[in-house]
């Protein structure tokens, strides 16, 4: 495998994550209120994005192979959590 072909592995097997950490991030920024010290898109993105690779490589080293349903169903879950948790959201009420 060729250096070509291992980066289009690598963004393939990212392309999930950085989707939903994208559309959580945007959704987030316009469906609730921005609070104090909340942080801007880019940076929600990026926390999004890293814990969402973090769990499809979770998946993949416990499942043995890419694209089970229940990492992707742990994929949604953990960046909605993320984004939560960067939004502040235990302080609205």
């Known amino acids: 495998m060729g250096p070509a072909d291992f980066l289009i ?9 950085l989707a939903v950490a994208a559309l959580v991030a945007l959704a987030a920024r316009f469906l609730l209120p ?4 909340a942080p801007g ?10 814990a969402g690779i973090a769990v499809l490589a979770g998946g ?3 499942g043995g ?3 089970l349903m229940g990492t992707y169903a742990a994929l949604v879950g953990v960046v909605a959590t ?8 235990w302080r609205r009420g």
């Open 65 to 67: 192979r890419d694209g």
């Open 41 to 50: 898109w880019w940076a929600s993105f990026a926390i999004n994005s890293a």
């Open 82 to 89: 993320c984004q939560w948790l960067a939004g502040r959201g």
């Open 34 to 37: 921005r609070g104090a010290g």
């Open 9 to 17: 592995h690598l963004l393939s097997f990212a392309a999930p994550a």
């Open 60 to 62: 993949l080293w416990l």
